[in-house]
């Protein structure tokens, strides 16, 4: 026995060790004929009738995936008109007087395209998704600090469009 300044009640040390619960297997599925046992996914929803149920709940879910394929393509083809929009405002010329009305019209594009596509949880993963994130985090963050005349430096440049170029291709590849 334990002394008294055990944190374990008084009470449940002096319980007899005949209330321990024993704990029983299920019963296993009944043998087949052959001898095997039935014991499948597709077994357990054929024998309770679920399989219909399940056939059903997939033929709902079809219109789902024609929503989900036309979201996919409006982000794909907003991506591109975003591509597109960074490529001619960062190739400009410094001395264009349009810039400064380019690199707003540029962020402006970006922010609601990052505002739209980074809280959808199925676009996360993606590459063209990930390396599009991180085009538009360079040249906005280049702007914010230098201002939208100031040219991208060509090491900078050169890895923005580098990135562009890895999403257009994982778009062209669906991913």
Excluded: Q
Aim: glycine share 6%; hydrophobic share 45%.
């Amino acid at each position: 026995m334990r002394a008294a300044s055990s944190p374990v009640p008084a009470a449940v040390l002096a319980a007899p060790s005949s209330a321990t619960t024993v704990v029983k297997p299920l019963p296993r599925a009944a043998a087949a004929p052959s001898g095997n046992v039935a014991t499948g996914r597709r077994d357990v929803l054929a024998g309770t009738g679920l399989g219909a149920a399940a056939a059903a709940v997939l033929l709902a879910l079809g219109p789902a995936c024609g929503a989900a394929r036309a979201a996919d393509e409006e982000y794909v083809s907003e991506t591109k008109e975003v591509i597109g929009k960074v490529r001619s405002t960062i190739n400009m010329d410094k001395a264009d007087p349009n810039v400064a009305d380019a690199v707003a019209e540029l962020r402006e594009l970006s922010n609601s395209w990052v505002a739209k596509y980074r809280r959808e949880k199925s676009l996360l993963g993606r590459p063209s998704f990930r390396e599009m994130y991180s085009a538009l985090n360079a040249v906005s963050g280049h702007y914010i600090s230098f201002g939208p005349t100031a040219p991208i430096p060509a090491k900078r440049r050169a890895r923005i469009l580098e990135e562009m170029d890895t999403a257009e291709k994982a778009l062209l590849r669906g991913r």
